[in-house]
């Protein structure tokens, strides 16, 4: 209620304004990395090989990929919005600059032309993904509908400039980009940026907040004076780049660009967002919870090959996770429902 | 309790495609509350959102305090120090209270050089802001889905407190609130006024704002048909305007053009 205060207001500690965990998602994050924990003691006593430091690397390294994805469909989903053509851009930047660096590389270790492929990738997502924000801000038109059309774009011209062909003869430092590592995998050390620079972006800074505010309310947004369109823009724009950087570490780690790659793993990044907590209905979710997400993905994959079941038991487990993910989700806004409606009445 | 000119709006006109919602329309208004009163679809929101700047109107000029301003957006109006609070509870849901109050007005602290939002900074001011108009939310943490209709019309309320808005809009900020909610949100509207603010209620209360009222403007089919004190008037005749009955105009200071 809005109640005035008594003068003498016992009723309201001045610290319970200051309590010590402020975010909405710690119970939530934490929840779900208790799910990791127990996935990961379950399959270690079940194959005691499967907690090597070998096995535990192999699981990050085949989550770098798909969770570079699921950064930036985070964003967008937590906005309200879903990019269904992260997949395909994720095949288009990697081939864009595959073509580049294989048309380009002759001899030698040719880091100049692999350092120009990253930026050549990083730009072809980037631009990819701000065309998409473009046509969803400007035309007014259902993101759904616009990435299911570039979705399909983006492949078609990955296709058309390799003649469907994967290309390869890369220089030799790309593979040991996408193979070496200092100290841990490079692949591992680009993810770990990436998961860091989306995730402060999205609960650090302005343009993280209006991601929120705008997935919340758009008139909100609106009538706060926010300039939504360059926002809408750039938003997608920042999911077409990790997934450019996504398409250059496939070509790097699998040594060969395919206008095929990332196809099956815009599923998967969508599950690691909604088993971390990021709601369809916008407004909710973090970066944490989808790092989390995307490790409890790989892990039951990883692990149900040591266990020696088929893998396709993981396609499975993931979509049973994610529909129970959903569920909870849906649960818990019913019951917050009837709690205000219970106060409002009162 | 009106004391001289505050804000001032000439030949203001409104069209939606064949409908105008607004017809050259012209007002001052001055410190203290100032009740809109009218029928579904007089124009009143479209009024309240011409001065907050979400709508742009078709013609008219504005001024404050003598000057004259461009309310072209609602940032704009907000510098000028308008701030309103919408009929439809436009917060967003998943944030919390402070993060509302601050939405779009974030302050910042630098971090090797990047702007990184300054939450203890402007928790600490919300708190503030919410003691000293005492208003009862339980914790500025709180996810503002979390709060009844009365506590989060309360932080739309603070915002403009925060922000120092010398001009408040409010349109039908009750409509959701149950009776008690109501007293205690009407209690610090009065407090604001007599600070000196100018508040600008859209309401359909009558009653309430033979009351609490200074001045009570009545639009009907998109004109103002009538304004006046609530002491030179009475519930039956401000109804009568309202539904038309009366042709006449009854302004003290300005003439309108008469009803249809
Ligand atoms: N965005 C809009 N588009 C078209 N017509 C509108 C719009 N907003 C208001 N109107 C029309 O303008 C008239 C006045 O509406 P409004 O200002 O909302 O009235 P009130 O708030 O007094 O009920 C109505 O006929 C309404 O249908
Ligand atoms: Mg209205």
């Known amino acids: ?346 | 309790m009106d004391s001289g000119e505050v804000f001032r709006m000439e030949s203001v006109t409104k069209s939606y495609g064949g409908i105008r919602a607004l017809d050259n329309i012209s007002v001052t208004f001055g410190e203290g509350l100032t009740a809109i009163i009218g029928d579904n679809g007089a124009g009143k929101s479209t009024f309240m959102k011409i001065l907050s700047g979400v709508t742009i109107p078709d013609h008219g000029t504005f001024l404050l305090h003598g000057h004259p301003i461009h309310i072209t957006s609602p940032v704009e109006a907000r510098k000028l120090g308008i701030e309103s609070l919408y009929q439809d509870l436009a917060l967003a849901d998943t944030l919390n209270v402070y993060a509302n109050m601050f939405l779009g007005r974030e302050l910042v602290k630098r971090i090797v050089g990047l702007p990184f939002l300054d939450e203890r900074h402007m928790a600490q001011l919300a708190s503030e802001t919410l003691d000293q108009v005492r208003i009862n939310i339980p914790s500025v943490h709180t996810m503002v889905r979390n709060l009844s209709g009365g506590q989060r019309q309360a932080v739309a309320l603070a915002r403009a407190i925060h922000f120092k808005a010398s001009v408040l809009l409010l349109d039908e900020p009750t409509a959701a609130l149950g009776p008690k909610e109501t007293d205690s949100f009407n209690r610090i509207i009065m407090n604001l006024v007599d600070e000196g603010k100018t508040v600008i209620m859209v309401t359909h209360n009558i009653p309430q704002m033979m009351e609490m009222a200074s001045r009570v403007v009545v639009m009907r089919a998109g004109t103002i048909v009538a304004e006046m004190s609530p002491k030179d008037t009475t519930q039956e005749e401000i109804m009568a305007f309202m539904v038309g009955s009366y042709k006449t105009v009854k302004s003290p200071q300005n003439f309108q053009k008469g009803g249809d």
């Open chain 1, 1 to 346: 209620m809005v109640e005035m205060k008594e003068s003498n207001s016992e009723r309201q500690p001045k610290n319970g304004r200051f309590a010590s965990i402020h975010s909405p998602y710690a119970t939530a994050n934490i929840r779900i990395l208790g799910i990791l924990v127990i996935l990961v003691v379950i399959f270690s006593i079940i194959a005691p090989g499967f907690i090597s430091f070998i096995s535990l690397q192999s699981i990050l390294v085949s989550t770098a990929l798909f969770l570079l994805l699921a950064l930036g469909e985070t964003l967008v989903i937590i906005s309200g919005g879903i990019d269904l053509s992260i997949g395909s851009m994720l095949a288009l930047s990697g081939m864009v600059s595959g073509v580049m660096m294989s048309h380009y590389y002759h001899t030698g270790s040719g880091v100049g032309i692999a350092v120009l492929g990253l930026g050549i990738a990083l730009a072809t997502g980037l631009l990819g993904g701000i065309l998409n924000g473009i046509v969803i801000a400007n035309l007014r038109l259902n993101p759904l509908i616009v990435t299911l059309g570039t979705m399909g774009i983006f492949e078609g011209v990955a296709e058309l400039i390799s003649n469907g062909l994967p290309v390869s003869n890369f220089p030799p430092s790309l593979f040991s980009l996408g193979n070496g590592g200092f100290g841990l995998p490079w692949l591992l050390w680009f993810t770990i940026a990436a998961v860091l620079f989306y995730g402060l972006l999205l609960a650090k800074t302005r343009f993280g907040r209006y991601i929120y505010a705008y997935g919340a309310s758009k008139d909100a947004v609106v009538r706060a004076g926010v300039n939504t369109k360059r926002h809408t823009t750039w938003l997608y724009g920042l999911a077409g780049l990790a997934a450019g950087l996504a398409g250059y570490l496939s070509t790097a780690h699998f040594e060969t660009a395919s206008p095929v790659a990332g196809s099956q793993y815009l599923l998967i990044a969508v599950a690691a967002a909604v088993i971390g907590g990021t709601t369809l209905q916008g407004g909710e979710g973090t970066i944490w919870g989808t790092v989390i997400g995307a490790l409890i993905i790989s892990v039951l994959e990883n692990g149900f090959v040591i266990v020696g079941m088929a893998s396709f038991w993981q396609l499975v487990a993931v979509g049973v996770m994610v529909i129970v993910a959903v569920y909870f989700n849906e649960i818990q806004r019913r019951s917050r429902l009837a709690a205000v409606g219970r106060r409002q009445r009162q």
